[in-house]
Structures are given as C-alpha cells and as structure tokens.
C-alpha cells in the first residue's frame, strides 16, 4: 500500500462543475503539498498546508491531521483546469512523497 | 519560466549509451532534489543536496546512476549504459520545509 493515496485516479466534469479530489497518507508528516502538473510534465505548487484550509482564487485546499486527510476543491471549474492534481506529504524535512495523481478532465 | 531549468527537455538514446541531464536553479537555494517520473505515476524519490553534499540516495539509484552539484548551484545527472526501464520523466527541484517547492519542466528520456 502506497505512503500517499489519491482519489479518484481520473476524474472527468462539465466546465462549471465543483470538484473534489482527495488525498490520503498513513505516515505523520510535517507538511502536504498539492501541485499541479500539466502536459508536457512541468508540475506548479498549488498549496502547502501543515492544518486546517488555505484558499487562493477558485482552488481551496482542506486538511485534517487527525484523520491524516486532505481535499482539493475546485469551485466553478474551467477547461483550463485540466491537468493531473497531484498530493505530496513531507514526512520528515526532506523529501517529498507523492500520491499518483488525478488526472481531471473539464469538458466545455 | 518556473525557477528551475532543465536542460535538455527531451532526449532519445539507443540503450547503452551514457545520457546526461542538468538542472539550473534560477535562484540559489540550499537544497536541490531529483526525481524520477514514468507515465501514470506520481514522482519517485532519486536523490537530493544540501549545497554540494549528496545527503541521500534512493534504493532506486542503481550504481549506473551518478549525481553531481560542484559548486553548490547546478546539478548534473549521469545514466551510464541506459536500458529501457529508464525511460522516464526526471525532474529536478529546488527548496524545502518552510519554503515550498519550485520544480523544473524535466527531461523526458526514452530509451529505443
């Protein structure tokens, strides 16, 4: 069983649609990550929360360290989302672990 | 321009052959990571330095591969007698605990 787990694995929703991916991880960590990588493999840090939830235009970032969870939220969602989300967990103070990715689909 | 160049962007190599990468942090910063990707996976852990010094390597890091960063800055990443299991997304990145993370566009390697 992977450190980091991601659901769903493929996600495919109508361009105005509110999207919820998940991200669930077995070991304590210091911080998660959410990042966004698009074709062509370049990856962009969305979020790093180490509790509760951060916001930045249509993108909210939740996480629940009891329960050792996190959610990507994507509020009035647009083609342009289109990439694969991917979770990350520190759970020292060096490298990351990563979850598989979800890849997301907006349709317009 | 994310911070981080990645040079080349893409490179086909005959198995067997010796391929090299580079990584440029735009800005100096004191840690710098590789890792690897293939399709449909999240990044794997290869190796990282803190300025010069190689602190950790992945089990994933056979002895074909080799890692450098001389002076503190820029990173190379050496595969020796390639094989198709290579082929693979490699990534760099710079940062860490409390500063978030900047990541290059990696190389993607494919190994005919």
């Known amino acids: 069983k992977n450190e980091v787990e991601q659901s769903p694995q493929n996600l495919t929703a109508q361009e105005g649609e509110f999207i919820t991916i998940n991200c669930s991880y077995s070991?304590?960590?210091?911080?998660l990550h959410w990042l966004q990588q698009h074709p062509g493999g370049g990856i962009v840090s969305l979020f790093m929360l180490s509790s509760g939830k951060k916001k930045h235009g249509r993108l909210i970032a939740t996480i629940n360290i009891q329960e050792k969870h996190s959610s990507l939220h994507i509020t009035a969602s647009h083609p342009r989302d289109s990439a694969v989300y991917i979770c990350?967990?520190?759970?020292?103070?060096?490298?990351?672990?990563f979850g598989q990715g979800t890849r997301l689909t907006i349709n317009p | 321009d994310t911070g981080v160049s990645q040079d080349p962007r893409h490179k086909i190599t005959k198995r067997g052959q010796n391929v090299t990468f580079r990584c440029d942090p735009i800005s100096e910063h004191n840690r710098l990571y590789w890792y690897r990707q293939t399709l449909g996976q999240g990044p794997e852990f290869l190796t990282y330095f803190q300025n010069e010094a190689q602190l950790e390597k992945s089990r994933l890091l056979s002895d074909r591969f080799s890692a450098e960063r001389p002076k503190g800055s820029f990173s190379t990443l050496e595969i020796q007698r390639t094989e198709q299991g290579d082929s693979a997304m490699y990534l760099c990145?710079?940062?860490?605990?409390?500063?978030?993370?900047?990541f290059g566009s990696g190389t993607r390697l494919t190994v005919v």
């Open positions: 990145a710079t940062g860490g605990t409390n500063y978030g993370y900047t």
């Open positions: 990350a967990v520190l759970p020292g103070a060096q490298k990351l672990v």
């Open positions: 070991v304590g960590i210091s911080a």
